[in-house]
C-alpha cells in the first residue's frame, strides 16, 4: 500500500509506517510534502560506519559459513580502526547472515512416488547365526502395504543385488527407480557406478536405477 493512500486511512504516523514498513519520519515527510504542494521526498541512504568494511564482514560470514558471532566480529573491526558501535556492527552482521543463509540454504526437491514407480530399501540388525552377526535388507514399494524382509550376511554388492532380484520375484515386477540410503553401495567416492542393474526376464534385459537418497545425485534421473 501506498505511503499517502495508507495515511488517508489511518491518519497516524506510526499506523502508515507499520502498514507500509517504512519508518515513522518518512510518512511524516511524505504527508508534509504534499500538504506543501511539493514533489515526494527522494529517498536518500545515510550510509553506516560499517561501509567502509563490509566486504572484509562478508568474507568472515563464508569463511564461517554463517557461525561468526557478533561480538568477535566487532573486536576484529577494532582491530581495523573501527570506531563505530557494537550495537551497528550486529545489525550489519545480521543482514549478512541472512543474506548467506538464503544464498546456502538446502532446498528440499518434493518426492511424487507413483504406482510402481519407486521401491526404497533400507537396512537393520539381524540376528546372529552361528556367531556371526547378519544384516535385514527391508524394502517397500510405494503404494502398496507390504514389506519384504531378507536377511543378508553383509551389505556387499553381490548380496544386495541378490536380494533386490529375490525382491522383483516376490512383487512380480521391476520399478523404474530403487532408492538407497546406503551410498556406499551405489557409488564409488560420490560418484555414481557407471552401470545399472540388469534383470533378465523372459530373455529380455530389464533396466533399473539404484539412486542414493542424497539430492546431489538426484539431477542424474533420466
Known amino acids: 500500500m501506498e505511503i499517502l493512500a495508507a495515511y488517508d486511512l489511518t491518519r497516524s504516523y506510526r499506523d ?28 536518500v541512504r545515510r550510509g553506516r560506519k560499517t561501509d567502509l568494511y563490509l566486504e572484509q564482514m562478508r568474507s568472515w560470514v563464508e569463511a564461517s559459513r554463517g557461525k561468526i ?18 550495537r551497528t556492527t550486529r545489525y550489519v552482521l545480521a543482514d549478512l547472515k541472512q543474506a548467506y543463509r538464503q544464498e546456502n540454504a538446502r532446498v528440499h526437491r518434493p518426492w ?12 537393520g540388525d539381524g540376528p546372529v547365526v552361528d556367531g556371526a552377526k547378519t544384516v535385514l535388507f527391508c524394502a517397500w514399494l510405494a503404494f502398496c502395504r507390504f514389506r519384504i524382509v531378507i536377511p543378508l550376511l553383509d551389505k556387499t554388492m553381490p548380496n544386495v543385488f541378490a536380494a533386490l532380484d529375490r525382491c522383483f520375484r516376490l512383487i512380480g515386477g521391476v520399478p523404474t527407480y530403487v532408492l538407497t540410503d546406503n551410498e556406499k553401495t551405489v557409488t564409488i567416492e560420490a560418484r555414481l557406478l557407471e552401470t545399472v542393474v540388469l534383470i533378465i526376464k523372459s530373455g529380455e534385459e530389464m533396466v533399473i536405477h539404484v539412486m542414493p537418497a542424497r539430492r546431489q545425485y538426484w539431477d542424474l534421473l533420466p
Open 69 to 86: 558471532r557478533g561480538d568477535v566480529v566487532h573486536e576484529k573491526l577494532l582491530a581495523l580502526g573501527y570506531d563505530g558501535s557494537i
Open 112 to 123: 511424487t512416488p507413483g504406482p510402481g514407480l519407486w521401491l526404497q530399501f533400507d537396512y
Open 16 to 43: 502508515t509506517a507499520e502498514m507500509c514498513g517504512v519508518s515513522h519520519n518518512t510518512v511524516k515527510a511524505y504527508v508534509q510534502a504534499r500538504e506543501a504542494g511539493g514533489e515526494e521526498p527522494a529517498v
